[in-house]
DNA sequence: TATCTATTTAGCTTTTTACTTTAATAGCCG
DNA sequence: CGGCTATTAAAGTAAAAAGCTAAATAGATA
């Protein structure tokens, strides 16, 4: 791993280190969803999703499609949904904890 | 994945998303290092190596093992280990970038 | 014991980050 | 058009983190 490696993937795991981050992109490792939606299950307010979900946007991890007067957001980068599956198997499908 | 495994892995992300701690858990990968070892390798003070290596410690992510006075450094959880590697695959080694 | 080296601790300053509130934008539908 | 909804942008405050410096500790060796 050289150096420029290093400094991109600490910003990726920058990104994603955050609970509400991590959360928003476990919800969308199967399914679309709208800033109302993610509010619902991160139980904050629109603002600070739209907040996060922009934050996420601006390192190019989701996209986005607009539909009436709605915005569905969705993962875009396939490492990170790669990354969501190691982890989710490393931490909470194994024996330990 | 649900609220209690977002947060541990969200803290573990967020102690491995800094560069100089990222680069030390890459140096550590395959053998043990002295704060000496590494402070040449990632060009910083010891007193910064070490804060960053007891952040990784705080974490349980690397142990240690003491011989003369010297203290030799190494990765302790597998998990990290495993994704350590991954994130190798995913950003390091593929096409695209 | 005195001194060197490796390591850790503590205090301090500066920068970054999170969250809230408030206001602005933009598209739909009566 | 006018009001409704979803979303974003801006600004402010409070908390956390980064990196530096200097001092303290602890073990090894002369």
Redesign the pocket.
Known sequence: MENNHIEVIAGML?TMS?P?RLKILCLLQNKEM???DIREEVK?????V??H???LRNQKIIG?RKE????YNRIDDVRVLELMQTMGKLYCQNAGE
Chains 1, 2 share one sequence.
């Open positions: 920058k955050h509400i709208t800033v109302g904050t307010t629109n603002a600070n739209s907040q979900l922009s934050i986005f009436a007067n709605f915005i």
